[in-house]
C-alpha cells in the first residue's frame, strides 16, 4: 500500500514539472505564484512531499488546467 502511494505521489510531481515545463515557467515562478517555497515545490516536483488538496488546486489553477490533470 505504501508503495502504491509513494508512486502516486511521484506520478503527480512528475506531471506538474512537466506542465510547469511546458509553460516555460521555472520552480521558482510558480512557487512565488503560489506563495510557496522554491525547496517545497522541488520536494512536491521529486514526489518527496504530497500537497494537500488546497495546493493542488491552486497550482491547477496556475497552470490553468484542472487538478485532475495534474494526474
Known amino acids: 500500500?505504501?508503495?502504491?502511494?509513494k508512486t502516486t505521489v511521484e506520478k503527480?510531481?512528475?506531471n506538474i514539472s512537466k506542465l510547469r515545463k511546458a509553460q516555460k515557467l521555472?520552480?521558482?515562478?510558480l512557487a512565488d505564484k503560489l506563495g510557496l517555497t522554491q525547496a517545497y515545490m522541488g520536494?512536491?516536483?521529486q514526489g518527496r512531499k504530497s500537497p494537500s488538496l488546497e495546493v493542488?488546486?491552486?497550482i491547477?489553477?496556475?497552470?490553468k488546467v484542472s487538478v485532475?490533470?495534474?494526474f
Open 43 to 45: 520536494h512536491i516536483e
Open 56 to 58: 493542488m488546486e491552486k
Open 26 to 29: 521555472t520552480q521558482q515562478q
Open 12 to 14: 503527480l510531481g512528475k
Open 1 to 5: 500500500m505504501v508503495k502504491a502511494q
Open 68 to 70: 485532475k490533470d495534474l
Open 60 to 63: 491547477a489553477k496556475a497552470l
